[in-house]
């Protein structure tokens, strides 16, 4: 069977949930037994999302081989149960440089480089790149942007010739647009919608599947209404209600028959989805017997998404648990030693978030403090252990300088220092420590106890490292090392045996957790937290 390729485009806004509609969607088809992977397009010049402040573009998700990625890679991984690549996601930056530096090599003889051909052409060798694997029957493309934007004119225009290289049994289209509802009107407006189709029709792409984001329920007149004004097929315009949950959404696509449409057009002739599995992960979100309240310390909390991976890991560990987790998100920057108690009262857990630079820094360690001195489970990941590091030194070994290198170059107690590999680069994109790497665990160990198994992969996002020559400094005062990389020895996790649940992390451990393999430190936090509040 040849590979099926489908593109989806979003219109009107940004935001709407094409992520979520593409791993719906995906999720769909796998149920059938397709072997399905999602790519993401981004229109943005940076060569990766690495650089960018959470602000600008939420988290940044980490992939196994260590690429810096938008966040959607990793609604894909949660979804699918599959590891993404670095050749999973691709930006205008990627695209450019490739290009660029084929010129500068004399690849194009001479000639005048263009957007179309030379970028168009880059632009389709990379969306057919997966496909040549020949380890998917389906490649999903998601365009980032809407369209319109200058920024996705080249993307819009590499779809628009596929559609004349494909067969066109192997090659479709959907589209998702904005309805919105005015309230002052009472009514639903389609023509966001119309003028968004028209157009991606002016740039050549003709829309198979329109999906309407919507409040509201859309009534069969509206759908046939936008299927005649768009040029779509009777049945082809379907609507995504906001849902409850995400992890709801493939079945709300299933009830709107996306997947029937989807195989029917590329001649797919696979068995209904199973998604049995979904289903009870779902079952168990939803009516769960127990509650914990967790704070999350960071300083991009008011942001939805910076945290993202993170969150998921709540609800995928809270089903583990039967439990529900209620993430109270608390500002770093403004927690301080008169005002923790209050801010963190009724909490049955404490996590310290990664970050990097040292707004909020103080908070933190107020935050693991509080923490420490109260009994409250803790989790530090990444900044968070590190942090976790630097209050120890000052509390319990008296070092009041005690400092990453990263905020204090001169401390003489630099607990958190620059990694050996990591001094000589000046280069900040794409050079930290990146992706999965192994790390072995002490026997006995709260880690060892977690995982169940000597040796784990966990994936990574950081320069500075535990310093090791003060290592034998902390566990005199009872925080012990109990996992380091085999390779380096580089220290992976701290914690503390005579708390209840004390535990850092170097690692990122949120972004291999998903609904049907929760990731276990999560597990074991909110258990520790569940306990800590029955014992109350």
């Known amino acids: 069977m040849a590979v099926k390729y489908i593109f989806v485009t ?15 969607l995906a999720k769909l088809l796998q149920a059938r037994g397709l072997r399905v992977t999602i790519q993401k397009f981004d229109p943005y010049i940076n060569i990766d999302p690495g650089t960018l402040n959470p602000y600008e573009h939420g988290e940044c998700y980490v992939t196994e081989d260590g ?33 660029i530096t084929k010129e500068r090599e004399g690849a194009y003889l001479g000639k005048t480089v263009q957007i179309v051909p030379h970028i168009t052409d880059e632009i389709k060798r990379r969306m057919l790149l997966l496909g040549k694997t020949g380890d998917y029957d389906v490649i999903i ?31 479709m289209c959907i589209h998702l647009t904005l309805v919105p509802y005015l309230a002052a009107a009472k009514e639903l407006k389609t023509k966001p919608t119309q003028h968004s189709v028209q157009a991606l029709q002016q740039a050549g792409v ?49 009830a709107e028959h996306l997947d029937d449409m989807v195989c029917e057009q590329l001649d797919l ?12 992960f779902l079952d168990k979100l939803r009516n769960p017997h127990h509650s914990v309240d967790i704070a999350l310390v960071g300083k991009y909390v008011e942001l939805q998404d ?53 707004r909020g820094l103080e908070g933190k ?35 009041n300088d005690a400092a990453s290198a990263e905020v204090n170059p001169v401390t003489p107690h630099p607990v958190i220092d620059l990694m050996e590999d990591q001094k000589s680069t000046t280069v900040k994109g794409g050079t ?7 790390c072995k665990l002490e026997p006995g160990s709260l880690a060892a106890e977690i995982y169940g198994r000597e040796l784990i992969s966990e994936r990574h996002r950081h320069r500075y490292e535990f310093n090791g020559k003060f290592l034998s400094d902390f566990e005199s005062v009872g925080l012990k090392a109990s996992g380091r990389n085999p390779q380096t020895g580089l220290v992976e996790i701290v914690e503390m045996p005579s708390h209840p649940f004390f535990i850092g992390v170097q690692f990122h451990p949120e972004y291999k957790s998903t609904p049907e393999n929760p990731q276990p430190i999560f597990c074991a936090f909110v258990a520790a937290a569940l306990k800590r509040k029955e014992n109350a």
């Open 10 to 24: 979003g219109g009107v806004a940004s935001s709407l949930g094409k992520g979520i509609i593409a791993a719906s």
């Open 67 to 99: 690429a810096e990625t938008d966040l959607d890679l990793g609604h894909y991984e949660r979804f699918l149960g599959v590891h993404t690549s670095k050749a999973n996601n691709v930006t205008t930056g990627k695209v450019y440089n490739t290009v």
């Open 141 to 171: 493309t998601e365009v980032g942007g809407t369209v319109g934007d200058m920024e996705s004119q080249p993307f819009v225009e590499a779809i628009r010739q596929l559609q004349w290289e494909l067969p066109e049994e192997d090659l």
């Open 206 to 254: 003709h829309p198979d599947i329109i999906v309407c984001r919507t409040e509201k329920d859309l009534s069969p007149e509206i759908r046939r209404k936008m299927a005649l004004f768009c040029n779509v097929k009777p049945g082809h315009v379907i609507q995504s209600i906001d849902a409850w949950s995400i992890y709801q959404v493939p079945f709300n696509m299933e």
């Open 269 to 280: 002739h696979v068995p209904e989805p199973d998604l049995s599995g979904l289903r009870t």
């Open 306 to 358: 910076a945290y993202k991976s993170i969150q998921e890991a709540f609800v995928h560990a809270g089903v583990a648990n039967d439990c529900r987790v209620k993430v109270h998100t608390v500002h770093s920057e403004y927690l301080d030693e008169s005002n923790v108690a209050e801010k963190l009262s009724g909490m049955d857990g404490i996590l310290v978030a990664p970050g990097f630079g040292e």
């Open 365 to 399: 360690v107020v935050a693991i403090r509080h923490a420490r001195e109260n009994g409250i489970p803790f989790f530090g990941i990444c900044l968070g252990m590190q942090m976790a590091v630097v209050e120890v030194a000052r509390d319990l070994l008296g070092w």
């Open 432 to 438: 930290m420590r990146l992706g999965a790497y192994d």
